[in-house]
């Protein structure tokens, strides 16, 4: 049992009471229509929840990595595209509390209480789970810098959506990964900078993903995050609270969709009995509960590491493979316990088994997760 401080439990239980009221009633629509949940986004930053990891000096609430976890989570139980569009901007935030200048936290951190989206753009056409790929390039011309390359799959980024970028580049193509790139902090009017095209997604609907074109874009030195050759260490220094909160958006989910079964299954008359008395089905949901719990303490075990300062790499890649490897089998048995109803768009079900899929994919695949945690475990740590 994992026991919260005041603060931690009032804000998970106003975000759980506000979800219910706010956020669940939309997630059927925005996944049906694809619309990106604006207004939404405007209650939760007027809740304090879009700034809820920047200190109040910066306009934000100051509220801790458990918080963050408890706020994406209750958010994902209603609705994982909704959550989506938390996580990437608290990441956002993040990078550039620990990252940038104090001139360019003055500016955009503000901005991101009040719910301007922030964009994390790292992956490129031929480098995905290998940042070592990157083609985009900065080229420094005077005070300035140009940049030439096309992001892909950017989260919080489409017609009307995105404030401002993180955008990762090569600065020196020969250093690559070893002191190579560089970290720019650019806003969305920024000559050269424009809208690809927007992904038809599987699920997460209400979530915009776009592509990022860089054309000849023209940016001050004034933008860099850190010091220039620092943008692989500034992309990474962002990853672990990144996949803690994937890991809290995929718990959030299971926790959702074992809601749904054991609902279904208690209501569910076969054979004169509703079908939970039969011990198959009780058997699914004694595991599904089982991984569940063990994926929200494994994430608020890596969210409590990465409070004290200490190393939690480990664990947060530990956090999310084990939390999005549940969320996917959980929905697959919650669907299951569904039966031919499962399949079909009449339950909330089907919408979760799609959004539950990517989870293992963005923010490093369930194998690179893997990757990670075996290193480390060889290394002895
Ligand atoms: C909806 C969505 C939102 C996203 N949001 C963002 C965002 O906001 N910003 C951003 O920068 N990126 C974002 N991404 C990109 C995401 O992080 C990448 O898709 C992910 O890292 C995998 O890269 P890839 O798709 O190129 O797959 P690849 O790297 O090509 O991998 C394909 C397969 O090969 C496996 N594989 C690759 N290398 C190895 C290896 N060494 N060992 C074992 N297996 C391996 C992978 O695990 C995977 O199964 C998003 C992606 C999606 C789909």
Not at 107 to 124: H, I, M, Q, S
Not at 125 to 146: C, F
Request: charged letters at 25%.
């Amino acid at each position: 049992m994992f026991s919260f401080t005041e603060e931690q439990s009032s804000i998970r239980d106003m975000i759980r009471a506000f979800a219910e009221k706010e956020i669940r009633p939309i997630a059927e629509e925005i996944d049906k229509t694809g619309r990106f949940p604006k207004e939404t986004i405007a209650q939760l930053a007027d809740m304090g929840v879009m700034g809820l990891n920047i200190p109040e000096e910066y306009g934000g609430a100051g509220m801790d990595e458990i918080c963050k976890v408890l706020a994406i989570s209750e958010v994902s139980r209603c609705c994982a595209s909704t959550a989506e569009i938390l996580a990437v901007h608290l990441l956002v935030n993040d990078i550039i509390l620990h990252q940038a200048s104090e001139e360019q936290k003055e500016y955009w951190l503000p901005r991101a209480c009040e719910g301007k989206l922030g964009a994390f753009c790292l992956t490129e056409p031929g480098a995905g789970s290998d940042a070592g790929g990157l083609r985009t390039k900065a080229v420094q011309d005077g005070d300035d810098y140009i940049l030439n390359g096309t992001k892909v799959f950017i989260s919080n980024f489409g017609k009307d959506e995105g404030d401002h970028f993180v955008i990762i580049a090569l600065t020196d193509p020969d250093k690559g990964t070893k002191g190579g790139m560089t970290a720019f902090l650019v806003g969305r009017d920024t000559p050269g900078l424009s809208l690809g095209k927007t992904e038809d997604k599987m699920g997460m609907r209400g979530a915009a993903v776009s592509e990022l074109i860089l054309e000849d874009c023209r940016v001050s030195k004034n933008t860099i995050m850190g010091k220039v050759g620092d943008g692989f260490k500034v992309a990474m220094s962002g990853l672990d609270g990144g996949r803690i909160g994937i890991a809290a958006q995929a718990f959030g989910l299971a926790q959702a969709a074992l809601e749904e079964a054991v609902k279904y299954s208690s209501e569910r008359i076969q054979f004169g009995k509703p079908i939970n008395t039969n011990q198959g089905l009780q058997w699914y949901l004694a595991d599904m509960v089982t991984r569940t719990e063990a994926a929200r303490l494994l994430t608020l075990e890596a969210a409590a590491l990465r409070m004290k300062g200490e190393p939690c790499s480990k664990n947060a890649s530990m956090a999310k493979y084990y939390s999005a490897e549940t969320a996917c089998y959980v929905c697959d048995l919650a669907l299951q316990i569904h039966g031919g109803y499962g399949y079909m768009k009449d339950y909330p079900i089907e919408r979760m088994y799609r959004d539950a899929r990517i989870m293992r994919i963005y923010e490093g695949t369930s194998e690179v997760q893997k990757i990670v945690i075996s290193r480390a475990v060889i290394k002895g740590k």
